[in-house]
């Protein structure tokens, strides 16, 4: 597997607190993406980064917020959870149009 | 933005049978088409892609179509084993900008029965 973990692997949060997931390469990869899984839904993305500072919205973005202060780092924050954003989360990678390369994935649970 | 469709959503086969995904696509602009696939309780990782200047790749026991006149490309798996089983993906990629931004088929769940 490429250099790409996440953190925590799983959390269970309660509605309205905030929760901050974490993504970490060690690929030198310009592009990162989050992404939502949900049954039926296949991969969803929520935003994405295309360098240091450089971020931008994807197709589900209400109520995320994401960081990308290095190149090795995206943060994904949900700034007061909700139950429907009880999901697993995917962070991924790649290098200009190539393949994207997923990281383990974060299992959130939102009571 | 770009709209993948993908079919079936389920897909039954025996062992030794051949499976076929469809996906179609509606942006013009779309130039790399992905496939991925996700064993239960694991991440997608990509299995084959194909790029716009080419209609036909292979690997093995997949290979991958792609139709640009009619926008829609194709996974197919021959004599299929149960280690196939998983759900597949399929993405196609256009470019925003200076991004590059996949847009996901929904899945299909294939299962390969012994």
């Known amino acids: 597997d490429a250099g790409i973990t996440q953190s925590p692997r799983h959390k269970v949060t309660e509605t309205g607190t905030p929760v901050t997931l974490r993504c970490h390469q060690t690929?030198?990869?310009?592009?990162m993406y989050w992404y939502r899984q949900d049954p039926g839904h296949g991969l969803r993305l929520i935003h994405y980064?295309?360098?240091?500072?450089?971020?931008d919205k994807g197709e589900v973005s209400d109520g995320y917020s994401v960081s990308r202060s290095k190149t090795e780092d995206f943060l994904l924050t949900l700034e007061s959870a909700t139950s429907s954003q009880t999901s697993v989360y995917f962070c991924?990678?790649?290098?200009?149009?190539?393949?994207?390369?997923f990281g383990p994935g974060t299992r959130l649970t939102v009571l | 933005g770009e709209n993948v469709e993908q079919h079936p959503s389920t897909l039954s086969v025996q062992e030794g049978d051949s499976a076929v995904i469809k996906c179609t696509y509606s942006d013009s602009a779309s130039n790399y088409f992905p496939w991925y696939k996700q064993e239960l309780g694991k991440r997608p990782q990509l299995i084959i892609d194909?790029?716009?200047?080419?209609g036909e790749k292979k690997d093995q026991r997949i290979a991958v179509t792609l139709n640009k006149t009619a926008k829609h490309f194709s996974l197919h798996i021959t004599e299929t084993q149960p280690e196939d089983s998983a759900v597949y993906f399929c993405?196609?990629?256009?470019?925003?900008?200076?991004?590059?931004?996949?847009?996901f088929g929904r899945g299909t769940s294939l299962i390969v029965h012994p």
């Open positions: 980064s295309y360098g240091v500072k450089d971020t």
């Open positions: 690929e030198n990869h310009r592009y």
């Open positions: 194909i790029r716009s200047n080419v």
């Open positions: 993405a196609a990629t256009p470019r925003a900008g200076g991004s590059y931004i996949p847009t």
């Open positions: 991924a990678i790649s290098e200009s149009q190539n393949e994207q390369f």
